[in-house]
């Protein structure tokens, strides 16, 4: 599947932003959609996680209370919404998928195999 995120920018902190990642086909052929995102110099973290086929959702404590992941199988999208934005969250955003049907958190990047290319989020 291929994946293309949209949505980033820079914003000041406290602001919000709202990421979309679209794919090429439907959201359902894969069990998890994730978002993680890479600092300069840091290795690349789950952000958020959500199962295609059951209720499941994982965040990353540096973001709960603050950020939503959100699936729409119609669209073949998945979103991640940003609020209460800091400088902490600046980095490259990345949409991800996973085929197999589990996962053990932490989620780490090796554990999904489709990828964008990124969308950057500044905060200052």
């Known amino acids: 599947v291929q994946l293309v995120e949209s949505g980033g920018g820079s914003v000041q902190a406290g602001g919000s932003l709202r990421l979309s990642c679209a794919a090429s086909?439907?959201?359902?052929?894969?069990?998890?959609m994730a978002w993680f995102r890479q600092a300069p110099g840091e290795e690349r973290e789950a952000v958020a996680v959500?199962?295609?086929?059951?209720?499941?959702?994982y965040y990353a404590d540096s973001v709960k209370g603050r950020f939503t992941i959100s699936q729409n199988n119609a669209k073949n999208a998945v979103s991640l919404e940003m609020n209460s934005l800091k400088p902490d969250d600046t980095g490259m955003y990345y949409c991800?998928?996973?085929?197999?049907?589990?996962?053990?958190?932490?989620?780490?990047?090796?554990?999904?195999?489709?990828w964008g290319q990124g969308t950057q989020v500044t905060v200052s």
């Open positions: 991800a998928a996973r085929r197999e049907p589990w996962l053990t958190p932490p989620p780490r990047a090796a554990d999904f195999a489709d």
């Open positions: 086909e439907s959201t359902s052929t894969r069990r998890y």
């Open positions: 959500i199962a295609t086929g059951y209720e499941y959702t």
